[in-house]
């Protein structure tokens, strides 16, 4: 049984906007992922002797991880956009990825940043695990706004069960 809020809820209508397009999200995602560069370089390396296991775990991340914002990218055509509130006249997408999971750019953007956390330095994987809290929050402001533009969204969340991994989460 799922934990989620129904589509709509109260609970998400009071996430902040940060923007009329949700411009601060935006903005506080790139600041996160200038940290998980910085942190990458500049930390301290990780141990030699766990270079074949991490590179190892790191390339199915990383291949994972770009297919699935690329796959997100082109399921939404016309309708990208940087920016979490949709656009006025899109249409709610529910096939390709999305018939998989309903945020794959966010999921692919995780993978990456857990691949670059496990070939650049242990101090990146702090960024990395600011970045779940972060884009769940950001998911739950999008979703809020889908609901209110799409009436039947409610129902593909209910089809749609995964948020940001496809057969994970």
């Keep these: 049984?799922?934990?989620?809020?129904?589509?709509?809820?109260?609970?998400?209508?009071?996430?902040?906007?940060?923007?009329p397009r949700g411009e601060g999200w935006v903005a506080a995602?790139?600041?996160?992922?200038?940290?998980?560069?910085?942190?990458?370089?500049?930390?301290?390396?990780w141990p030699r002797a766990t270079r074949g296991p991490r590179v190892a775990a790191a390339i199915p991340l990383l291949l994972a991880g770009a297919a699935l914002m690329a796959?997100?990218?082109?399921?939404?055509?016309?309708?990208?956009?940087?920016?979490?509130?949709?656009?006025a006249e899109g249409s709610l997408r529910r096939d390709g990825a999305y018939g998989l999971v309903r945020?794959?750019?966010?999921g692919g953007a995780l993978l990456l940043v857990w691949a670059?956390?496990?070939?650049?330095?242990?101090?990146?994987?702090?960024?990395?695990?600011?970045?779940?809290?972060?884009?769940?929050?950001?998911?739950?402001?999008?979703?809020?706004?889908?609901?209110e533009q799409h009436p039947e969204y409610a129902e593909y969340e209910r089809q749609v069960r995964r948020r940001f991994i496809p057969f994970v989460w």
Excluded: D, N
């Design 71 to 87: 796959a997100g990218s082109r399921g939404l055509r016309g309708q990208i956009t940087p920016f979490p509130r949709p656009h």
């Design 1 to 19: 049984m799922s934990t989620e809020e129904p589509a709509g809820s109260a609970g998400r209508r009071r996430l902040p906007s940060l923007g």
């Design 103 to 106: 945020h794959p750019i966010y």
């Design 29 to 45: 995602q790139a600041v996160l992922i200038v940290i998980a560069l910085v942190a990458g370089l500049r930390g301290p390396r």
């Design 116 to 147: 670059w956390a496990l070939v650049s330095s242990p101090l990146a994987c702090v960024p990395g695990a600011l970045a779940i809290p972060f884009l769940e929050t950001k998911r739950r402001r999008e979703e809020a706004w889908l609901a």
